[in-house]
DNA sequence: GAGACAAGTAAACAATTGCTGACTTCACCG
DNA sequence: CGGTGAAGTCAGCAATTGTTTACTTGTCTC
């Protein structure tokens, strides 16, 4: 076996480590607001590690949005169109896993680098959307894609950052509903 | 006449000017990304009275969230559930204003009262949307309304915070249509 | 015009920021 | 077992942060 005993020195364990307080640390705090003190004391990690493996604040925060963008890439799966509304409804309600991940990539640095993955990522979700939409006139279909994202992130933006009620509390099932018709009149049939 | 010539020292000018530049930094660069220092720079004006005239670097933000919310319930007007999308795809479209002010509430710092006021022009947008509706049911029309208000939110992201084709450069007629729909599905009779 | 008070300035403060370099300690291999 | 390189520690750096304090300058009134 290779993980046998846990090694109080492991270069791959502390990465991870330090990888999961950063993206709590960035997605709750926004990047500027958050230190990378807070960041190493949150990890049990001593601070200098963090330029060790990513060499900067600014590179660790990359790191957390490109698995920022993988989970959200998974987390989508492929979806029918149909099942779209259900879906959104399940991670937005669930164990607040995706609403975190989206947080965290909206979240801006002035970093430029961080600003194409988040574009990248962003632009991806919404090709997926179109595609799930199967619709001719790809140009008008990827604009009403790009509204469920919208609507997407406003949700998680509401339900999370700021929490509004009745929609913060609001079940998958309140929010399948009317998740539906918005689907529906955006890319449904027709 | 009250305002003859411009006097070297009138306190609520700069007052003004320091609102002012304070609202395009916490919009553009968020909270704690701006320095009192970048915005008393932009302002022509010294740092200290920041503090003189604000209090505090917070006490400057609230102020300016205090303003975003005027300006956007003052934006919003009394339209008729038929009008609201043709209104925010031009208000998207137009001067920038309004998806400036909505970007800086959404802008956090951590500080409570901020988050207190934001909540309120958020919920009162919200309250607002569904009151055009004119529907009975108030718990599920609000939470339909603040669906809306999400589309609206990730919407002003998408074009301001972080662009994506082709919705960024979508004009008001291209949006006109299906934020129609959306509000149609959402809060549509029946 | 002189005095008085508000408006504006300059400098410095204590704290905090991201980051670095020299050091120590552990784990593994021959 | 011993040494060798990686993993982790420590202290401190230079820069920047928000804020305050003591000061100067403008402007209005009598």
Same mark, same amino acid.
């Given at each position: #076996? ?5 090694? /109080? ?12 307080? +950063? ?8 990047? +500027?607001?958050? *230190? ?23 590179? =660790? ?6 698995? &920022? ?6 987390? @989508? $799966?492929?979806?029918?169109?149909? !099942?779209?509304? $259900?879906?959104?409804?399940?991670? #937005?309600?669930?164990? +607040? ?9 909206? /979240?801006?640095? !002035?970093?430029?680098? &961080? ?15 179109? @595609? ?11 604009? /009403?894609?790009?509204? =469920?994202? @919208? *609507? *997407?992130? !406003?949700?998680?933006? =509401? ?11 609001? $079940? ?12 529906? &009149? =955006?890319? !449904? @049939? /027709?």
């Amino acid at each position: #076996m290779t993980t046998s005993t846990p090694r /109080r020195r492991d270069a791959e364990e502390t990465r991870r480590r330090l990888l999961e307080a +950063a993206r709590r640390r960035f997605s709750e705090d926004g990047y +500027a607001a958050t *230190t990378v003190r807070d960041i190493a004391d949150d990890a049990g990690v001593n601070v200098a590690l963090i330029n060790r493996y990513f060499a900067s604040k600014e590179g =660790l925060f990359e790191a957390c949005l490109r698995h &920022a963008g993988e989970e959200l890439r998974r987390s @989508a $799966g492929d979806v029918p169109l149909a !099942g779209i509304a $259900g879906r959104i409804a399940e991670q #937005m309600t669930g164990a +607040a896993e995706v609403p975190a991940q989206l947080s965290l990539l909206l /979240r801006t640095s !002035g970093d430029e680098r &961080a600003d194409e993955i988040r574009r990248a990522v962003l632009l991806s979700s919404a090709e997926k959307i179109a @595609a799930a939409a199967g619709r001719p006139d790809s140009d008008r279909t990827l604009l /009403r894609a790009e509204l =469920l994202l @919208a *609507t *997407t992130i !406003g949700l998680a933006l =509401l339900r999370w950052t700021t929490p509004i009620e009745p929609l913060a509390s609001a $079940g998958a099932d309140d929010l399948a509903e009317p998740l539906g018709d918005v689907v529906e &009149a =955006l890319l !449904g @049939a /027709r």
